[in-house]
């Protein structure tokens, strides 16, 4: 992969970044809603359970998310983005636009999923 590729993926890997930490920085400002003392009956409280248990679900998910982007830009860095780790091979531009954070061509993808 040019360096002109690698920059392309690192600008949209970083900007994914940048967008999932606003989403964990409103989460939090979210979850201090929930925080306060409430007053209500027991359909109310549960709800309110139910909602800040979502709320730190996706907390997780995009925490996974940073984990994975990080990685990428790792691999940028170290000149093997865009290799598959299964076979070696060239991960597809359209599977790399489509999910910058994909460690396995399609083949080795399929091949995993049908396991």
């Given at each position: 992969?040019?360096?002109?590729?690698?920059?392309?993926?690192?600008?949209?890997?970083?900007?994914?970044?940048?967008?999932?930490?606003?989403?964990?920085?409103?989460?939090?400002e979210?979850?201090?809603?929930?925080?306060?003392?409430e007053?209500?009956?027991?359909?109310?409280?549960?709800?309110?359970?139910?909602?800040?248990?979502?709320?730190?679900e996706?907390?997780?998910?995009?925490?996974?998310?940073?984990?994975?982007?990080?990685?990428?830009?790792q691999?940028?860095?170290?000149?093997?983005?865009?290799?598959c780790?299964?076979?070696?091979?060239?991960?597809?531009?359209?599977?790399?636009?489509?999910?910058?954070?994909?460690?396995?061509?399609?083949?080795?993808?399929?091949?995993?999923?049908?396991?």
């Open positions: 992969m040019n360096q002109k590729e690698l920059t392309f993926f690192k600008n949209l890997l970083l900007a994914k970044k940048e967008e999932i930490l606003k989403s964990i920085k409103d989460t939090k979210e979850g201090r809603d929930y925080t306060t003392n007053v209500g009956d027991s359909v109310d409280i549960a709800s309110n359970s139910y909602e800040r248990e979502v709320l730190f996706l907390t997780d998910n995009e925490r996974k998310q940073l984990s994975e982007i990080d990685a990428a830009l691999r940028i860095e170290d000149k093997t983005f865009g290799e780790a299964d076979c070696s091979g060239k991960i597809s531009q359209e599977r790399l636009e489509a999910i910058p954070t994909a460690t396995l061509c399609i083949t080795c993808k399929s091949k995993r999923d049908t396991k």
